[in-house]
């Protein structure tokens, strides 16, 4: 990861991906790779808001308990990690009993049963909140209205 690329508190990323305080928690703590980002210092890549983002549309979509998919969404973490968010846009997130794969979805061609994730949504959503040019909510008057400050010239 570069040094310029841009990262989210765990706040931020929590918020992002629609998970309630409580449910957090509990996700550090089966989750490994959300258990080793721990206090304020933690940070998150794009590619990890988009996986945690595809963690929770599952979780809350499909009913799936987190703790029986642990290692496969620790995997899918690392896999998220490793891409470009721009990458991402175009793939689906296959999960299965044996693997997870980031898979382009005209190559879906599977004969077992699995739990598909399209990465579009999730990827425009992320950068309508990263780039948005509309503030959350405005700005708070200032107590004293802005003087310009100098000398004057003779």
Known sequence: MSATAIQYTGEQARKFAGVSPEAWRHWRK??????????????FSAGELIALAALA????????GIAKFAERWDELFNLCAQQRP??????VIM??????????PSRLLHEQPAILI????IVDRLW???FSSRAEQPQIPLPFAPQAVGRKHR
């Open 86 to 91: 721009g990458a991402l846009r175009s793939t």
């Open 57 to 64: 549309a599952a979780v809350h979509t499909l009913d799936i």
């Open 128 to 130: 309508d909140a990263a």
């Open 30 to 43: 089966v989750i490994p790779c959300l258990a080793k980002k721990t206090g304020k210092s933690a940070r």
């Open 118 to 121: 399209p990465c579009e949504p």
């Open 95 to 104: 999960v299965t009993a044996e693997a997870i794969e980031l898979s382009d």
